[in-house]
C-alpha cells in the first residue's frame, strides 16, 4: 500500500491487492502464454473527480528491458459529503491485454543478457500528470516466462 499525498486533508490509498496467474502456485512465477492479472483499489477524496491512471512497470534484472507492460485509466467522479470521505476505486489490468501502445511485449526467452525476473512497480497518477496526487507500490521481484 502506498499513501497519496492530499495536504491537510483526508488520506487517500493506492494498493495492489492481488496478482493472479492461471497456471497457479507459486504465485511469484507468471506465466506469458496464459497470461496474467494485476487489480487493486484507490481510496480517494470524495470531492475530488478527474481522470486516474494505473500503470504497472517491469525492470529486467540483468538486461535492458525496462517499460511500461500494462495501463488503465480510472474514471473518478465527484460526490461530496459533509464531513468528507473517501470513494473506492477498484482496478484491474490483464497481460496482454492492456499493453499500452508503444511497449514492447515481454519476450520467452527474454532479451540477452538479462534474466526472467523482473522488479515490477504499480504506478497511480491523476489527470495525466505526474504531481503531489500520485503513488507507487514496489510489487517486488516475479519471474516472469
Given at each position: 500500500?502506498?499513501?497519496?499525498?492530499?495536504?491537510?486533508?483526508?488520506?487517500?490509498?493506492?494498493?495492489?491487492?492481488?496478482?493472479?496467474?492461471?497456471?497457479?502456485?507459486?504465485?511469484?512465477?507468471?506465466?506469458?502464454?496464459?497470461?496474467?492479472?494485476?487489480?487493486?483499489?484507490?481510496?480517494?477524496?470524495?470531492?475530488?473527480?478527474?481522470?486516474?491512471?494505473?500503470?504497472?512497470?517491469?525492470?529486467?534484472?540483468?538486461?535492458?528491458?525496462?517499460?511500461?507492460?500494462?495501463?488503465?485509466?480510472?474514471?473518478?467522479?465527484?460526490?461530496?459529503?459533509?464531513?468528507?470521505?473517501?470513494?473506492?476505486?477498484?482496478?484491474t489490468v490483464t497481460?496482454?491485454?492492456?499493453l499500452p501502445s508503444?511497449?514492447?511485449?515481454?519476450?520467452?526467452?527474454?532479451p540477452a543478457p538479462?534474466?526472467?525476473?523482473?522488479?515490477?512497480?504499480?504506478?497511480?497518477?491523476?489527470?495525466?500528470?505526474?504531481?503531489?496526487?500520485?503513488?507507487?507500490?514496489?510489487?517486488?521481484?516475479?519471474?516472469?516466462?
Amino acid at each position: 500500500m502506498a499513501q497519496i499525498q492530499f495536504p491537510g486533508t483526508l488520506s487517500a490509498d493506492f494498493e495492489v491487492d492481488n496478482v493472479t496467474d492461471p497456471n497457479g502456485a507459486p504465485a511469484n512465477v507468471l506465466d506469458l502464454d496464459l497470461g496474467f492479472a494485476v487489480s487493486g483499489h484507490i481510496d480517494f477524496p470524495n470531492w475530488l473527480a478527474g481522470k486516474g491512471n494505473v500503470s504497472i512497470y517491469a525492470d529486467q534484472r540483468g538486461g535492458g528491458y525496462d517499460q511500461k507492460i500494462l495501463s488503465t485509466d480510472i474514471t473518478i467522479t465527484a460526490n461530496p459529503t459533509d464531513p468528507s470521505g473517501v470513494t473506492p476505486y477498484p482496478w484491474t489490468v490483464t497481460y496482454p491485454n492492456d499493453l499500452p501502445s508503444g511497449s514492447t511485449k515481454l519476450a520467452d526467452p527474454p532479451p540477452a543478457p538479462g534474466s526472467t525476473v523482473y522488479s515490477l512497480t504499480a504506478v497511480f497518477t491523476f489527470n495525466g500528470v505526474l504531481s503531489d496526487i500520485a503513488a507507487f507500490v514496489d510489487m517486488g521481484p516475479y519471474m516472469i516466462n
